[in-house]
């Protein structure tokens, strides 16, 4: 399922959330649990393409010594 807007991570996880939350409810048909599986996983896309965007931006606004460089990123905090 392609979305036309633009990927919102935030809406994105709200909506995966939910998803998760019916089909551990129980009360869906294996009809409606593997449409919502299908849904869930094109969200999952939608996020982390969301999170590499991000990723992407991090790498490029980084600053050291008043000059913008480029520098990998490695998730951890210093």
Do not use: H, W, Y
């Not at 633009?6 to 129980?26: K, Y």
């Amino acid at each position: 399922m392609a979305r036309k807007k633009p990927v919102v991570f935030e809406q994105s996880l709200g909506e995966l959330q939910a998803l998760v939350e019916r089909l551990e409810s129980g009360d869906l048909s294996l009809e409606q649990s593997l449409t919502a599986f299908e849904q869930g996983v094109a969200l999952t896309r939608e996020c982390q393409q969301a999170l590499t965007l991000a990723e992407q931006k991090v790498q490029q606004l980084i600053e050291q010594n008043g000059a913008l460089t480029t520098t990998p990123f490695d998730g951890e905090a210093e």
